[in-house]
C-alpha cells in the first residue's frame, strides 16, 4: 500500500474511532485540571528508586506521542509544554473503564488528561502510574512518521505547529527569545527609557530608505501603508517633552527575502534626548551585553561554528577605514572620477553615481560579509541618509554621524546623531519626495506633519533602531531568520516551482 493510502487508511480509522467515542463520552470536554507540569515532576521526585513509588497523586495532561501496548499494561509517552513524561496504564491499578478505553481508543496525536501517582519505573524513568484518565481531544491526522519526523524546512516553516510538537528543541528557541524581549524591557526599566506604542497603519511612511506595503481604509476612503519604521513617531515625542523613549514594533518592508530578511520583521527603536550617536553605541553594547549574560550566561555565543563575543567595547572602524582593509583602497586620496572607476569596474550596484552612494555600495561589497566579531562602522556619506546631523568634525562635513554595528556578515542596527535643523531637515525630504517622484521606490514621501514637528523645536537627540529577529538569531544560534520567527513568510503552496530567494537591497 502506497503511503498517502496508507494515511488515508488511518485518517478512516480515527474517524471510525471518533464516532463511537461519541456514544461513549464527549471526546472535545470543556476543561481538565491541570496541577502539575513533566519537568516539575521528574525534578521533585528525582531521588526515587527504581520501583518506588511516591505519595505525591499529580494531575498531568498533554498530547499522546507514543504507546507499547503490552495487554495488561501499557506504556505511553505524553509531551506537554515542558517536555515529556511517561504514563504507565495497568489492570488492577488504573480505573477499568479508562484502561478500556485508553486500549481501545487513543492513538499518537490525542489529547489524555491523567491523574495518579509518581514513580519511578524497573528502567529508572520517572512515570506516572495512571489511576484516572480522560481524554480531552482526538485527533484525525497522524503525527509525521516517527522515525523520519518532520526534516523539510519548508514543511517545518509552514506547518510550525507540526514542527513544534515534532521537534522540542525549537520551542526552546522560541523560549529564548521570549527572555531576550524581557531582558530588553528590564533594562530599558532601569535606565528610565519609557516604551511606547505607534502606528503600524501610516498615512505616509517614512524613517527608512524601503518601499512600503499600501493598503486602503474604506471608512474613509483613503490608501494607507504599513509602518517600514516607529522614528518620525517617536521623534515627534521627544518634541513633545519626552525624554527617552523605545519602541519594539513589527516593521513591513515590501523587500526580497533571504536568511537575514524577512517582510515583517521585528525592530526596536529608541530616542534619548541630549544624547548623540557615541552615547547610542554605549547603550548598543550594553543591550547585548546584558541580554546575553541574562540568557546565555555569558557574553560568548557559538554561531556558524564561530564564537562570537558581545563583551564591550566592541571594535570601531569608519567606513573609510573598513575600505581600506579590505577593498585596498584609499578613498581620501582617490578623485570621484577614480571611485566611479573603480566601481564600474569592479561591477557593483550604486544607487546613485556621486561620491557618497559609491563609497556606501563599495562598503557593501567588499567589507560586510568579512566583519565577524561586534564592530561599529562609523561616520557615513552624508548622501546616504536625510535625517542624520552632519559631522561635528567641519573638515569631515562630507560624512554624518551615524553608525551601523555589524556582527558575522550582517548589520545588527542603525544609529545616528539626529538631525534637528527644522531647515536643513526640509530641504533634504524636499530632495526625498524629489526622487520618490522620479521613481525611487525607497525614497520617502515628504511628511509635513513631521516637519511641523521639527520646527517646534528638537532638543539634540540620540536615536538607534536594533533588529530583535537578527538578534535572537545570534544568541540562539539560529542560521536562518525563519528559525526565530514562529510564522515567518511563505510562498503559498499553490504556487508552482520555487523561485530564488533575492537578497534585500539597501
Known amino acids: 500500500m502506497n503511503r498517502m493510502g496508507r494515511e488515508e487508511q488511518i485518517i478512516n480509522e480515527r474517524k471510525r474511532k471518533l464516532k463511537e467515542l461519541r456514544g461513549i463520552v464527549n471526546p472535545y470536554p470543556h476543561k481538565f485540571d491541570v496541577k502539575n507540569y513533566s519537568k516539575d515532576i521528574k525534578e521533585d521526585n528525582k531521588k526515587l528508586k527504581n520501583n518506588e513509588r511516591s505519595k505525591n497523586r499529580v494531575s498531568v495532561a498533554g498530547r499522546v506521542m507514543t504507546i507499547r501496548n503490552l495487554g495488561k499494561l501499557?506504556?505511553?509517552?505524553?509531551?506537554?509544554?515542558?517536555?515529556?513524561?511517561?504514563?504507565?496504564?495497568?489492570?488492577?491499578?488504573?480505573?477499568?473503564?479508562?484502561?478500556?478505553?485508553?486500549?481501545?481508543?487513543?492513538?499518537?496525536?490525542?489529547?489524555?488528561?491523567?491523574?495518579?501517582?509518581?514513580?519511578?519505573?524497573?528502567?529508572?524513568?520517572?512515570?506516572?502510574?495512571?489511576k484516572k484518565m480522560q481524554?480531552?481531544?482526538?485527533?484525525?491526522?497522524?503525527?509525521?512518521?516517527?522515525?523520519?519526523?518532520?526534516?523539510?524546512?519548508?514543511?517545518?516553516?509552514?506547518?510550525?505547529?507540526?514542527?513544534?510538537?515534532?521537534?522540542?528543541?525549537?520551542?526552546?528557541?522560541?523560549?529564548?527569545?521570549?527572555?531576550?524581549?524581557?531582558?530588553?524591557?528590564?533594562?530599558?526599566?532601569?535606565?528610565?527609557?519609557?516604551?511606547v506604542e505607534t502606528p503600524f497603519l501610516q498615512t505616509l511612511y517614512g524613517g527608512a530608505a524601503a518601499k512600503p506595503f499600501k493598503t486602503h481604509l474604506n471608512a474613509l476612503d483613503i490608501d494607507l501603508y504599513l509602518a517600514i519604521s516607529p522614528e518620525l513617531y517617536l521623534k515627534r515625542l521627544i518634541v513633545g517633552g519626552y525624554d527617552k523613549v523605545y519602541t519594539m514594533s513589527r516593521n513591513f518592508r515590501n523587500e526580497g527575502i533571504d536568511r537575514w530578511h524577512n517582510p515583517e520583521f521585528t525592530m526596536m527603536e529608541i530616542y534619548c534626548s541630549y544624547w548623540d550617536y557615541n552615547d547610542m553605541m554605549d547603550l548598543m553594547e550594553e543591550?547585548?551585553?546584558?541580554?546575553?549574560?541574562?540568557?546565555?550566561?555569558?557574553?560568548?555565543?557559538?554561531?556558524?561554528?564561530?564564537?562570537?563575543?558581545?563583551?564591550?567595547?566592541w571594535k570601531k572602524m569608519t567606513m573609510l577605514q573598513a575600505i581600506k582593509k579590505w577593498a585596498k583602497i584609499d578613498i581620501d586620496k582617490m578623485s570621484d572620477k577614480e571611485i566611479s572607476s573603480f566601481v564600474k569596474k569592479n561591477k557593483i550596484n550604486s544607487k546613485e553615481n556621486n561620491w557618497g552612494w559609491n563609497v556606501q555600495a563599495i562598503f557593501e561589497h567588499f567589507c560586510?560579509?568579512?566583519?565577524?566579531?561586534?564592530?561599529?562602522?562609523?561616520?557615513?556619506?552624508?548622501?546616504?541618509?536625510?535625517?542624520?546631523?552632519?559631522?561635528?568634525?567641519?573638515?569631515?562635513?562630507?560624512?554624518?554621524?551615524?553608525?551601523?554595528?555589524?556582527?558575522?556578515?550582517?548589520?545588527?542596527?542603525?544609529?545616528?546623531?539626529?538631525?534637528?535643523?527644522?531647515?536643513?531637515?526640509?530641504?533634504?525630504?524636499?530632495?526625498?519626495?524629489?526622487?520618490?517622484?522620479?521613481?525611487?521606490?525607497?525614497?520617502?514621501?515628504l511628511d509635513k506633519d513631521f516637519l511641523n514637528a521639527i520646527e517646534i523645536g528638537m532638543p539634540p537627540t540620540g536615536g538607534i533602531g536594533l533588529g530583535i529577529d537578527r538578534m535572537v538569531m545570534l544568541l540562539t544560534g539560529q542560521d536562518s531568520i525563519k528559525d526565530v520567527i514562529l510564522f515567518p513568510f511563505m510562498r503559498p503552496e499553490t504556487s508552482k516551482g520555487k523561485k530564488k530567494e533575492v537578497k534585500k537591497g539597501k
Not at 177 to 193: H, P, S
Not at 376 to 401: A, G, M, Q, V, Y
Open 368 to 445: 560586510e560579509e568579512k566583519i565577524e566579531q561586534p564592530t561599529f562602522i562609523i561616520d557615513h556619506p552624508l548622501e546616504t541618509t536625510p535625517l542624520c546631523k552632519t559631522h561635528r568634525n567641519e573638515k569631515l562635513c562630507h560624512l554624518i554621524e551615524r553608525f551601523e554595528p555589524f556582527c558575522m556578515g550582517a548589520e545588527l542596527g542603525n544609529a545616528y546623531s539626529e538631525l534637528n535643523d527644522p531647515e536643513l531637515q526640509r530641504e533634504l525630504l524636499e530632495k526625498q519626495q524629489s526622487m520618490l517622484k522620479k521613481g525611487d521606490e525607497e525614497a520617502n514621501p
Open 287 to 313: 543591550i547585548y551585553e546584558y541580554v546575553a549574560k541574562k540568557v546565555n550566561g555569558s557574553t560568548k555565543v557559538e554561531f556558524r561554528g564561530k564564537i562570537v563575543d558581545f563583551k564591550r567595547p
Open 135 to 195: 481524554i480531552l481531544s482526538k485527533s484525525l491526522l497522524p503525527l509525521p512518521e516517527k522515525f523520519h519526523g518532520l526534516k523539510d524546512d519548508e514543511e517545518r516553516y509552514r506547518k510550525r505547529y507540526l514542527d513544534l510538537i515534532m521537534n522540542p528543541e525549537v520551542k526552546e528557541v522560541f523560549d529564548k527569545r521570549t527572555e531576550i524581549m524581557a531582558g530588553i524591557r528590564e533594562l530599558m526599566l532601569k535606565k528610565g527609557i519609557t516604551e
Open 74 to 130: 501499557i506504556f505511553a509517552t505524553i509531551q506537554d509544554s515542558q517536555g515529556k513524561l511517561q504514563l504507565i496504564l495497568q489492570k488492577g491499578e488504573t480505573n477499568v473503564d479508562d484502561f478500556s478505553l485508553f486500549k481501545k481508543y487513543i492513538d499518537a496525536g490525542d489529547f489524555v488528561g491523567c491523574s495518579g501517582i509518581v514513580m519511578k519505573s524497573k528502567t529508572g524513568e520517572i512515570s506516572i502510574l495512571v
